[in-house]
Nanobody
Framework: QVQLVESGGGLVQPGGSLRLSCTASGFTLDYYVIGWFRQAPGKEREGVSC????????YYADSVKGRFTMSRDNAGNTEYLHMNSLKPEDTATYYC??????????????????WGQGTQVTVSS
């Protein structure tokens, strides 16, 4: 019933662009803080970006600032992550997540209790 589903991943060359989608069902996305996370094999899950509709704040990890942006389609209950100027270091499984609130930072994975299944992004020539 309550579900987040990511899509839009794939293989792209360095410098290319990709748009990921996160569609919510069973709850209204606008009521939650939404985060994007990524995890490469053998590495910790890291926060990429997050946004809160309640205060309009959006945050980005230093590694993606100026290259990634978030946007939302309220009618479709979908959050997007626009990724430009992609680098090999961006290769990972990308997840969207939701939480009713957060404490110190919305870029911390333990803040979230609802997760999608992930979509693979591979940046390689």
């Amino acid at each position: 019933q309550v579900q987040l589903v990511e899509s839009g991943g794939g293989l792209v060359q360095p410098g290319g662009s990709l748009r990921l989608s996160c569609t919510a069902s069973g709850f209204t996305l606008d009521y939650y803080v939404i985060g994007w996370f990524r995890q490469a094999p053998g590495k910790e899950r890291e926060g990429v970006s997050c946004t809160s509709s309640s205060d309009g704040s959006t945050y980005y990890a230093d590694s993606v600032k100026g290259r990634f942006t978030m946007s939302r389609d309220n009618a479709g209950n979908t959050e997007y992550l626009h990724m430009n100027s992609l680098k090999p270091e961006d290769t990972a499984t990308y997840y969207c997540a939701a939480t009713p609130w957060y404490g110190s930072s919305c870029l911390r994975a333990p803040e979230y209790d609802r997760w999608g299944q992930g979509t693979q992004v591979t940046v390689s020539s």
